[in-house]
């Protein structure tokens, strides 16, 4: 069966709005590289969206998914309850920002963690209004495009969006949005539409994921937990994409020296599998009565063991750093580009978590068309990239960060020659 085969039956049979941004059908995968059902070799830039930070199949995930199969796959953890549940929130209790006592909810998507973060703010503080960010992305449930800052394609034709779920500029420096700007549209937002004592929480990704991976500039987000200190309004972090050595450190919020009330987790939490994660202040956490959290799959002990896996691999084979040497090399390799490439107006990322932005030169606005021809490109030298931003206008990097010197210095080449080819078009 052929990617081309396959790609007419998944016309017939899958619906239109599960987008699709390539059409190689894979067929198996090992660490950074994949292999279609053609048989062709593509190093892997997306990582199933931030998913692999410890690459495709890595042994020690491997092997601790397998021993949990010998014993049961499936319980249900609020039927019957199973050690490694307890022992992973143990872990990420540790492990999350913050000195103060900690409990975690285990579920099972980003979207899940998110609406259920919504959910114990609420029960926590008696309040129900939200206020999230232009630009963030917090899943495609209701609530999950109600916190998202970007209509299209995520909110298009699903309104309308829950109420009492209200948005303020991200700060973005090279789009002219000072923190200052910010925090000034907040003092408005409080004076002409919601009363900040009406403000269960606001939540934020510490860098913008679809948004176009904008990291927060130092001091904002002590700002905000200043703001929030102030109003009793709950912090939530959603570190659904930079979390697990992404950034350069274990979690993003890592990098601001501000615990956050609560915390979503997911994505490279569990190697591959599904399995998410709400970690926050222990009494915020137990607001919520017995039965009020929860979900059938919620923890399930595969993803359980996986996560187990995920944790020991990013400390022994110090990822943190890897992500931080990875990501430096990438930038220099893109820095070096500039002169000859006047479309670049930005490149940025901390840790392994980076991104080219592209403009048009001779307008100097937002050039999709450029990004697309360089996506497309890499794709054909075999190298898969993902795009982002409001405007569509970015390449993101999500390798995995244990990728072999010498697969990413042929992904470097790579990149760069399609770079080069999408401006010679």
Not at 347 to 360: K, L, Q, S, W, Y
């Amino acid at each position: 069966m052929t990617s081309a085969s396959l790609s007419e039956r998944k016309t017939s049979a899958i619906a239109r709005g599960v987008g699709m941004s390539t059409q190689i059908y894979a067929e198996r995968a090992e660490n950074a590289e994949v292999w279609d059902k053609d048989g062709n070799r593509y190093i892997d830039f997306a990582s199933g969206i931030a998913v692999l930070n410890t690459g495709h199949r890595h042994p020690k995930v491997m092997a601790a998914v397998q021993e949990q199969l010998e014993r049961f796959t499936h319980t249900c953890h609020q039927v019957l309850p199973y050690e490694n549940y307890v022992h992973l929130a143990e872990r990420l209790n540790d492990l999350t920002p913050g000195d103060h006592a900690k409990k975690t909810l285990f579920v099972t998507t980003g979207a899940e963690a998110v609406e259920n973060s919504i959910k114990i703010a609420r029960a926590a503080t008696g309040r129900q209004a939200v206020i999230a960010f232009g630009g963030g992305f917090h899943g495609r449930t209701f609530m999950g495009m109600a916190l998202t800052g970007k209509v299209a394609p995520y909110k298009l034709g699903f309104g309308p969006m829950p109420g009492d779920v209200y948005h303020v500029p991200y700060p973005n420096e090279l789009h002219g949005v000072s923190i200052d700007d910010v925090l000034d549209s907040l003092s408005r937002l409080f004076a002409a539409d919601v009363d900040p004592s009406r403000v269960a929480a606001m939540i934020l990704e510490p860098v913008q994921g679809e948004g176009g991976f904008y990291p927060a500039p130092p001091g904002f987000l002590a700002a905000l937990r200043k703001i929030c200190d102030q109003h009793g309004i709950l912090l939530i972090a959603d570190e659904i994409q930079t979390g697990f050595a992404r950034t350069g450190r274990l979690f993003a919020m890592d990098h601001h020296d501000v615990a956050p009330d609560l915390m979503t987790m997911a994505k490279s939490l569990a190697g591959g599998l599904p399995l998410s994660a709400v970690t926050g202040r222990a009494e915020i956490m137990d607001a919520p009565a017995p039965g009020g959290l929860g979900g059938t799959y919620g923890g399930n002990p595969l993803g359980i063991a996986a996560a187990h896996a995920v944790l020991d691999v990013i400390q022994e084979e110090d990822l943190c750093n890897r992500a931080n040497l990875l990501g430096s090399r990438l930038k220099q390799r893109l820095e070096g580009l500039r002169d000859r490439v006047p479309e670049i107006i930005d490149i940025r990322g901390p840790g392994f978590m980076n991104a080219v932005e592209f403009n048009d030169p001779s307008t100097g606005k937002p050039s999709p068309d450029f990004t697309q021809a360089v996506r497309l490109k890499a794709e054909g030298k075999g190298l898969i990239l993902l795009s982002c931003g409001v405007y569509g206008n970015v390449i993101r990097f999500l390798a995995p960060m244990t990728i072999q010197d010498e697969v990413f210095n042929e992904a470097l080449d790579k990149l760069e020659d399609s770079i080069i080819e999408a401006r010679a078009a």
